[in-house]
């Protein structure tokens, strides 16, 4: 069976920091890239950040732009995002994702259950 998990997530107040992590088990993050997405009520589920299979290129939403960074560790199966500076508009819940294209385009068969992010002001 295929998971993905994220975890990190939490409340934290506006201009605060969060670093979420995704470990996958049944599937290696090797060779593909992986990407971070978020959602809110109402809306749907956006780009955040990706970073190639082979750790040398990433992309980011603007939104998130030199505030987000992308990393990962094959060794460990994993993927982190590291958000600084996080603002009101930051708040939903944020997914992994295997297998993304780095445009912001989702593999549809390989996502987490997601982590809550909360920034309150």
């Known amino acids: 069976q295929v998971l993905l998990v994220e975890s990190g997530g939490g409340l934290v107040q506006v201009g605060g920091s969060l670093r979420l992590s995704c470990t996958g088990s049944?599937?290696?993050?090797?060779?593909?890239?992986m990407g971070w997405y978020r959602q809110t009520p109402g809306k749907e589920r956006e780009f955040v950040a990706a970073?190639?299979?082979?750790?040398?290129?990433?992309s980011y939403a603007d939104a998130v732009k030199d505030r987000f960074i992308i990393s990962r560790d094959d060794d460990k199966n994993a993927v982190y995002l590291q958000m600084n500076n996080l603002q009101s508009e930051d708040t939903g819940v944020y997914y992994c994702?295997?297998?993304?294209?780095?445009?912001?385009?989702?593999?549809?068969?390989?996502w987490g259950q997601g982590t809550q992010v909360t920034v309150s002001s």
């Open positions: 970073r190639s299979w082979n750790n040398v290129h990433t």
């Open positions: 049944g599937t290696s993050f090797k060779g593909y890239n």
């Open positions: 994702n295997k297998d993304t294209r780095l445009a912001g385009t989702p593999n549809q068969n390989f």
